[in-house]
């Protein structure tokens, strides 16, 4: 039987809050205004690494217009006044000492925010400065200054077959993860085993609207909180802890996120806002501005030393590889990314033994977190480049060397977990026709500038680890529909996608659904706007609450028209049985009674459990991109234009093509973007570059000549109608693809970001002298 | 009410082809200005340093970084902001193209790429490729990757120059 035609899935249709933002009028956190509303500022650390000796805040405390200044006297009489995922390492404001410079010392808060900058200003604190530790190898030192003395409080999380994790196993890091499968006496068996150590660059998450919130706790058994964060739940759980509030005392709003690409997960501006709040008893606005958001969150800095043994026909039998990330001042969410970078550092293929160990390396930096990609960034930088650097010194091509070990169509990734669900090899060719890489050797080479591509396949486990998700649909007497669940909109459209979905079980159109608001006293338990989760995990929730609703809507109408429920179809809020269309309000109310009735259906998921997967849970989807670069390069300057970007994910089906591409592209642009020049550049324990003048972001002029994304509907997806999470995928790829067309071009290989023209020249001269 | 360093004094100009007095300081930004009113905060700030272009708004007709602009060098001056595109709530054709071709994400920037695409076709109602890039290229969107952007911004070209008789 044929499925009949969807009316909303798949159709480009105006997103939800197109009206909304087109016209200025969609409300973001930066907009929330109370009566009486405080504004506060805070002093920063001017040292990367120092012991506090003194703080003295009394003359700001007398200043007219601070209505409360927060230090460590007054955190001193918080229960619990630290925060970080699994670490909780991270103070409200700096106690015995600062890690980075941009540590928060002191807070203010008063009318506006020029007052509390005029009093931060008064307030004295006595350093002695200490040796700071500013990147990976020097925090690595066995006897490099220790970030922190004490023991960390903190939590290894369950894992499963394979992995396991630890807490500071040696100074200055944070956290391990490692994982093995497979006999290691594989590398015995090898022809040839290539080790090579690859550099990541850190890049700041720029997102526009800033970090911010508005705290109100002004009365003492109950915090109403607005912020602009992925994930209200866990900073509510968050919240509770360091307060010792009850969760039921504490509402977390989110409005419109202005874009957060990972930054936005965990507390941020949240605790100070709340501090200053309880002191003054009136709301606090606090929004920090975009230089410190620099010093707020990062991506992680990493080296990557990956050692992979082969057989001379190109097929790959061992892998093992350490990953060092610079994780900054606080650990935030390294632990995660460590996870993640640990497992995701294979790559799409097949091995008979896997080991990795990860470590997250503290140093005297703004702390880094999730940032797109998560961890998949990095390694998807250091594999594919790899991958082709041994195609080239075994003589392969490396789109043979790929086709021949990707994982196949449901083959799992590794023992327990779960079946790869896009076919690999068919984006693979994909991006080969749509690049012409077969007629490469055609490309013409103009005097000094050569010309050259390269491929990559970026890879990643989407969905989270282990990640519940529950939603709610109302349905009113008449058929109008409520979408009650914890997606945050950060811009991604998971709120057009998911009341496309509901629309589409309920026979209505999607102009019929409203979003509720992301509400922690009325929305559903969610656990974070993240992972490329909100279609193929949160997306499964929805689609099964809808059809509880459809369910019951059909079961009551069958009642009431004494027939099976099978014969009948909902459309339009009315009943269609056969050539017959009973509306439903009157139904409704005739049983209900004028006042009416409200179905409500709810929705449940959750990967099951197992041991046998290593991180507990199988893998709910498989995030791919795909990329391909055309380059030239200029021998005598060193420059490189991108001159072809093409990029492809696979969205198993497109809930919305436009969202859909949207991600995709503006993901791959990113990766464009840290590939050629964007970085944030440390001089010591200084950002120098942390600004958006002197912050090289990505502009329209810089996209390639030709810049192309398709998105392919593979049909394997978890999800409703078999859609996959998108959003980070088509940034994987990208840096590693200019790297290897930088190789096919002119035969240099870089394997450090960003592939500046001193690096290429670097090479250039390294390989004419060698 | 907090202290002020300086004293308040009103404030004439065009808002959205309307009038408005409004009473400011030597100090105030013309973003916190227009952020004062309850409707006026479309105006969405970002860098704070006129490089993002997420403030713009037109001051005679010209795109100005409206966070870097003192309120008082509006004075008697043509003020748009977003709020005074949509005519009775209907989009502008502009507005309604970067709508149809989902050419914004978070929404953060999208104001100051609307005003600055209106500013263009003002100019020029029928600009080629590389000008609508060179325009775009002055602000940043962090969330597109910009092509659904200039794709709006042509389909905008092309629906005002039907809608001109």
């Not at chain 1, 109608?721 to 693809?737: C, D, H, I, N, R």
Request: charged residues 25%; aromatic residues 6%; negative net charge.
């Amino acid at each position: 039987m044929t499925e009949p035609p969807l009316r909303t899935v798949g159709r480009p249709d105006r997103r939800i809050d197109a009206g909304e933002k087109v016209s200025g009028r969609a409300v973001y956190t930066t907009d929330i205004d109370l009566p009486g509303m405080l504004h506060a500022k805070v002093l920063r650390s001017p040292h990367g690494h120092a012991r506090i000796r003194s703080i003295d805040a009394s003359a700001a405390r007398a200043m007219p217009g601070v209505h409360a200044v927060l230090t460590r006297d007054e955190t001193a009489a918080i229960p619990m006044p630290v925060y970080g995922y699994f670490i909780k390492d991270q103070p409200v404001v700096a106690t015995d000492k600062v890690r980075y410079e941009g540590d928060i010392v002191a807070a203010v808060a008063a009318g506006d925010e020029g007052a509390a900058n005029r009093a931060l200003a008064a307030i004295r604190v006595e350093y002695e400065p200490l040796p700071a530790v500013t990147d990976i190898e020097r925090a690595s030192d066995p006897d490099a200054p220790e970030l922190f003395e004490e023991p960390p409080i903190g939590i290894v999380p369950a894992y499963g077959q394979g992995a396991s994790g630890e807490l500071r196993p040696r100074r200055n890091v944070c956290y391990r993860f490692s994982y093995e499968t497979g006999p290691a006496d594989a590398f015995a068996e090898c022809d040839r085993v290539f080790e090579d150590v690859f550099h990541f660059s850190r890049m700041h998450h720029l997102h526009l609207e800033p970090f911010v919130c508005v705290a109100d706790w002004s009365r003492e058994d109950r915090i109403e909180l607005w912020s602009s964060c992925q994930n209200p739940f866990p900073v509510r759980k968050e919240i509770a802890r360091i307060f010792g509030i009850p969760e039921n005392r504490i509402a977390v709003r989110v409005p419109y996120i202005g874009g957060g690409f990972g930054s936005k997960n965990g507390c941020k501006t949240e605790p100070v806002a709340l501090a200053l709040s309880r002191l003054a008893g009136r709301p606090v606005r606090f929004c920090l501005t975009l230089e410190e958001g620099f010093l707020t969150n990062t991506q992680h800095a990493a080296i990557l030393k990956v050692k992979t043994g082969v057989m001379a026909d190109g097929t790959l039998v061992a892998r093992e590889s350490e990953i060092l990330l610079d994780s900054g001042a606080y650990s935030d969410g390294s632990p995660l990314v460590a996870e993640k970078a640990g497992y995701r550092i294979p790559g799409p293929y097949r091995y008979r033994h896997i080991k990795t160990d990860c470590y997250c390396v503290m140093t005297n930096t703004a702390p880094a977190g999730p940032f797109r990609g998560f961890g998949g960034t990095q390694t998807s930088w250091a594999c594919e480049s790899q991958i082709d650097m041994i195609a080239h010194r075994l003589g392969i091509d490396p789109y043979e060397m790929r086709r021949k070990n990707l994982i196949g169509l449901g083959e799992p990734f590794v023992p327990g977990e779960s079946g790869m669900d896009s076919d690999l090899r068919e984006g693979l060719d994909l991006v080969v026709r749509e690049l012409g890489y077969r007629r490469r050797d055609e490309l013409v080479n103009d005097g000094p500038v050569r010309r050259g591509m390269g491929l990559a396949i970026g890879f990643k486990d989407g969905g989270g680890v282990n990640k519940p998700a529950l939603a709610r649909v109302k349905v009113s007497t008449g058929g109008d529909i409520f979408l009650q669940c914890g997606t945050a909109e950060i811009g991604q459209g998971a709120h057009t996608a998911l009341a496309a979905v509901v629309a589409e079980r309920l026979g209505a159109d999607r102009s019929r659904v409203r979003y509720m608001p992301v509400d922690t006293d009325h929305s559903p338990f969610d656990q974070g706007t993240n992972a490329s989760s909100a279609v193929s995990v949160m997306g499964q929730a929805v689609d099964r609450a809808a059809l509880a609703a459809r369910r019951q809507i059909l079961d009551f109408a069958a009642e009431k028209l004494d027939c099976p429920a099978d014969e009948l179809d909902l459309a339009d809020w009315e009943i269609r049985r056969g050539n017959e269309a009973h509306p439903l309000a009157p139904m409704v109310m005739g049983h209900f009674g004028g006042a009416g009735w409200e179905f409500v259906g709810e929705g449940f998921h959750k990967a099951e459990n197992s041991h046998a997967a290593p991180l507990e849970a199988p893998c709910v989807f498989w995030e791919i991109g795909w990329g391909g670069a055309q380059v030239a390069v200029d021998t005598e300057t060193g420059q490189v234009t991108v001159e072809k970007l093409f990029v492809t994910g696979d969205a198993g089906r497109a809930i919305h093509p436009l969202v859909c591409r949207g991600q995709d592209e503006g993901a791959a642009l990113m990766g464009l973007s840290q590939a050629l020049f964007e970085r944030m550049i440390y001089d010591g324990s200084r950002l120098v570059n942390g600004d958006a003048l002197t912050y090289r972001a990505p502009l329209a002029d810089d996209l390639p000549a030709d810049f192309r994304s398709v998105t392919q509907e593979q049909g394997h997806g978890p999800g409703p109608f078999g859609a996959k999470g998108m959003g980070e995928g088509g940034m994987l790829p990208v840096a590693s693809a200019i790297a290897n067309a930088i190789y096919d071009a002119v035969g240099v290989r870089i394997a450090e970001l960003p592939l500046t023209p001193e690096r290429v020249l670097a090479g250039l001269a390294a390989k004419d002298g060698g | 009410m907090p202290e002020r360093l300086d004293p308040r004094f009103d404030l004439s100009f065009i808002l959205n082809g309307a009038p408005v007095g409004m009473a400011t300081t030597t100090a105030t930004t013309l973003a916190d200005l227009l952020r004062e009113r309850r409707d006026g905060r479309g105006t969405r700030l970002a860098c704070e340093r006129a490089v993002c272009g997420a403030c713009t708004v037109l001051v005679d007709d010209v795109p100005r970084a409206s966070c870097s602009m003192f309120a008082f060098e509006v004075e008697g001056r043509n003020v748009q902001t977003v709020e005074g595109l949509s005519d009775g709530g209907e989009l502008s054709p502009v507005q309604a193209a970067f709508a149809d071709n989902s050419a914004f994400q978070c929404g953060y920037c999208t104001a100051g790429m609307i005003l600055l695409t209106e500013a263009l076709l003002t100019r020029d109602p029928d600009p080629d490729d590389a000008t609508v890039r060179d325009w775009i290229g002055s602000n940043i969107c962090r969330c597109t990757g910009y092509s659904l952007i200039l794709e709006a911004v042509r389909d905008a070209a092309r629906r005002k120059r039907e809608a001109t008789p």
